[in-house]
């Protein structure tokens, strides 16, 4: 099984600015420790970051028929950005959405999200532990669709 | 460590009404297994369902001094009642709402909730996993939390 | 055939208060009326009034299987519960909803029903005839629908 | 006593177009059963249908003292035409507003009705039964209201 | 000089329905009232009622050329045309609104006119003298614009 | 008869500046016009202009058992101050509302009036004439209800 | 005279939770100290607490002809309970509404009463202070209306 | 293959009025054109224009079994009628909406369209052309539906 | 101690105008009988009322350091003036919002207060009352605070 | 005559994916099959596709002086990107909007679009048809404005 | 080259209360400074300060044909005054809206400006250097305007 | 000290196009007039300008520890981008929001602004001036801090 990890814009800078509020776990370390944990099950995760919507429309482009889930932390574009809510839907790969922080609990231009709607289910809040409960999540719907 | 699992309306159904919609494990089978992997790792769970919205205020009140965080998946009256948000500020437990499915993909109605604000985290759409997920969440941030 | 009257909040004080807004009938009356008429016509009537939502779900949930349609007059909880809603659509029962008073010449807030857009017919207005209405219509679908 | 049965746009075409919506009876099977019905309980009923708002009101006004009461189902005007509402309060007969369909269960909106706050009722939802339902009541409460 | 005056649905009832509304003077009294105080200033007024929104459309789109001002109560339609209005700026005729009662002080449907923005100018709650003092301003107006 | 004249905020400065919005009379010019015309009919006007809120509400109080009836030009003040509301209704003088240009046509805030729902009636957009209507329409209400 | 004191959801920890934000007294003090000071002045009060809607519209019902009048703190369903709104109004007994904290400072779905627009008055914000003056003002009504 | 133009209110006025908005041919030369290029290729058209919403419902229903396309240009009654949406539906004839001008350029109350997403494809701003267009994109799709 | 009494515009005529809503008791009696309370538990009250805004400003800028506490009916500008907002924390002394009437029981533009959420408390619909209610709280806190 | 066809997010799949919504041509085919026709009526067209945003406004800053028309399907940007729209207006070159589908059956999201005002026209619906109509439109203006 | 300094409601308390907020310089000290950095460059600045709105309104008026542009920190009234907003376009004079603090960073209400849209240009946010960005940049605009 | 200049999409078009609007200088000539007049105070300033939100972001990640103040008009994306106002936040440095001209006289999607809420200043509507009153406004605050 092989699996899509996407970050967003300014997730980049996990552990080292607002440890606060993100953490203080860098992105590569929670990567890592992703991959880590996956292999022990016999999953591989491709990991993609960019501050560039564009770019990450063409990540998820390229992920047609190379990859049974994806994992999304799109950072603000969750809140904004229609062309990702395209990209997944067109690739029609099922996904799950992700959240450090919990959006409920900061401006209220967080609370709309154009990707949940269609996500097959959303972790948000557990700071570095939302990776790894969306993953365990999605895993078990994947398992549980190729029965 | 000591968690309670809170279900509101219509969650005692589960398994015996629209499978398609809520998964076919019925509520205690749930609790147990949850109960079961929670026991293993030295966690004990009381588990509470009512269709009052009273009993359900009542019962978060005698979680004071007893509970360590409490799961909380309060059906329809995550989207009407603030009596059972003040109850939770009350307690000042904290606690990680959850979902069987994903409110986003459903009536406009859904994506109130009174509780998310306040809440440690939130899963949802996972179905019967949601609180396997939710109840790992939770353990991960007490435990962080009581180094 | 057999059917379940529902009555919600404050109307066991039909015919006791307010006379000018809900007539002078007892819900007792309105009750032992319906169920006269209807057994002539070999039609059962069970009646339930709380003024508990939790009640009101739990008897809508005992109704699974007992009963062919049911009728409901919500009361205010009509614009307030959406747990009444899932208890419905759970049961998976056809049912009317139904009113004494006509909700769009009160209060702005008498106008939203959670109830309303699933429910097979609406009759409201028409003080405690709208009870023989709605009985007569529930009985009309349910015959047509058993042919 | 004598009724004044008013349908509104496209309600011609009844019997004729989309079934599963509207039902397979026609316009004109309707009105005559229900002025059959009415007939044994010595009551006359005029029927009038057009697809013209002007042709509604001024039917509206001929029935000025004429008639004792008003069966309405003004079809698409019921959301948008203020003029019949001024009909209907100018000539001061009590009317009940009728639907063959649930407006609750169909775009957004068809749920604001310019007329249902004046109605003596309101019946919606049960198909060709709604007019029958309607007729019912109006007749109770003219009954009631001539004691 | 030529004006027009149009009246739109129900005004026809005027000084037969709601006298403690609108009045008791019929609308053929305001008509004449009206066209012998103007002929006494050389002025020929043309009346047109009529409850149909295409008809009074076709009126207006006949004015061109004729008529040198334009007196309106649209009635019901001064809040749901925009054909109207669409009519009234094709034949770019100054115009004036008029009615007879005060729109703010009833329903807040009311308080939205699809023709007020382009008018001349608005008189609203004088009863039958709204029309003399319509007439009044539109004449001044149209005296100062072709001195 | 006895007439109160208020104009309210800027109107100090008709015929001085904007001659295209408001016209070229000064307010002196239309107060002795007004003053003259309704002379001739046995009227009498006091006038009053003040860019201060309270100073018109002072002058609203001074005019119980003086004044038959008001006209009220309150500027910018209409669509935002309840106190020259409250000061109307509590000294209960039938009152006009009137304005140079149509509100209607001018920025979406002026459509909002704080005084017009208890209005006898409103004029507007008529420039100078719009006083003459208006104390027109105010005067043959004064008596007719002193008839 | 006899009042009745109604206190909703969660009021039953007053002075177990949150001092800072409601105070250090305990219900049973504040009820005490309210019964105290009412029975020198030879008033009776009963006090009631429950965190069920339902339980509370009962317990109101039960004050008809025994009490005259209500002090409410209906807590958290003072916002979202219609049906503690159609008891009060059943039962027509005068009621006044009072909170602890002042719901203006605190979310803005705290701001929406479905009980004030109908009660004889509001007090909030005074702590426990609120339950003194709430009787002060009501028992002045009383004694008023019953001069 | 037959087709239906259909031509709603103020539009029998294209090119006598505002030829800067609406451009300067008549409606006539329009259809004739029309009719010309469609005789080319095999495609009749039959023409209609009303200023009654009834009228235009009529035409509507009249299509049923004779018509295979539909090009309506509904004019100002796009944003006010539900009947036509209606009678569109019923008639479950494919059809395009078509505008001469740009309806976002104009004014806000413009931008709603009651038939526009039941519609197979708008056309919208081309002036006199985007007739021309819609007859294209319309044979375009029925050619493809037929094949 | 000392206080200080604020009353906003029209205040000045109470006793005087409409007593059904407001009373029949003058300001100056309101005030005196305040005086006289206070001075036997030896508090000191200073009044002002105006009906400017301005003035209002002024006299809440003179109360630092001279005035423990201040009591504020601003009559119609509580829910139009941010400058008495901005005053009133400027000068930072704990103040009461208190009313006459009920504003919720009145226009819906009335339910907004621009001091309310900063304010001590709110007291409102207590007639007369509610000035010695206001008191009663401000005192009671104020005491309270300087324990 | 020179064109420009800009392709906004995700246009680069078509064909590819979702064939039900989008059709089954690539947009090389799509892009071919314009070019080829445009060449037979002397029409050169540039077409450029990306998923970046910033690489969309480049690329219509590069059209200045070099282009006479654009056609552009922005894609998810139409409904959120401002850059692009004043991208369009600086260049200030004549450009058509189109979409493949009919945005107004789809999510309401999609009914919002930054460019439209701005457009000579707007497409939509008609599948690959859209851009052969969008530039038949496109030219037959460009041809009249160089006239 | 003269300009105008005019400072709205509460702005005489600068310097002595909220210090935090809005700085330790006093009003004088604000206005003696830009007067006298002013003077170097040979401009004259007038300073007027006031709690009444009517006052301000007043000043704006003397200001005609005397004053070359206007800086203006209108405070609370921003947000409330549309009297301003019409005295400032009456005298037709170049204004720059300034603020000490940011209004974005404090409550919604103070977010919407009827100034603004007017202006010259808005600064806002540095504190009493805000005084000295607004006259760099009014006159470097009245500069290059009478060139 | 040093400075980071960000400017957003379109605005390298500055002084090539829409000269009214925008005024007739370059992007450079701005750019190097700032850098002049700084280098005169020993201030350095770094400048940088795209189109592409992504390419913005980097460039502010990257003046984590250069850079004592961000100098920011990112045009069209202060409406769209919340990825921008991240950026800015997670690298907490003091910026200040201008725009060349006056958003509130534009399309009222220009008034919403993601990062002036946590902007030092915000200063609009002086063309190119606008830049140097921002850099002295930011030069001012930084100095200050800095004491």
Chains 1, 2, 3, 4, 5, 6, 7, 8, 9, 10, 11, 12 share one sequence.
């Not at 809510?85 to 900061?106: K, M, W």
């Not at 557990?126 to 895993?139: E, H, I, P, R, T």
């Amino acid at each position: 099984m092989r699996l899509l990890l996407i970050n967003g814009p300014n997730l980049n800078l996990l552990g080292k600015r607002e440890p606060d509020l993100y953490g203080s776990s860098s992105l590569e370390a929670i990567e890592d420790s992703l991959q880590l944990k996956a292999k022990e099950i016999d999953v591989e995760i491709d990991c993609f970051q960019s501050n560039f919507e564009g770019a990450l429309v063409d990540r998820i482009h390229q992920a047609v028929d190379k990859v049974d889930g994806i994992l999304i932390n799109a950072g603000a574009l969750t809140h904004t950005s229609i062309a990702i809510r395209d990209a997944l839907l067109a690739v029609n790969i099922p996904y799950v959405e992700l959240h450090l922080s919990n959006p409920y609990s900061r401006e209220s231009f967080r609370q709309k999200s154009f990707i949940a709607d269609r996500a097959l289910g959303v972790v948000s809040g557990f700071g570095m532990m939302s990776y790894q409960l969306a993953m365990d999540g999605l895993l078990s719907y994947l398992r549980e669709a190729t029965k």
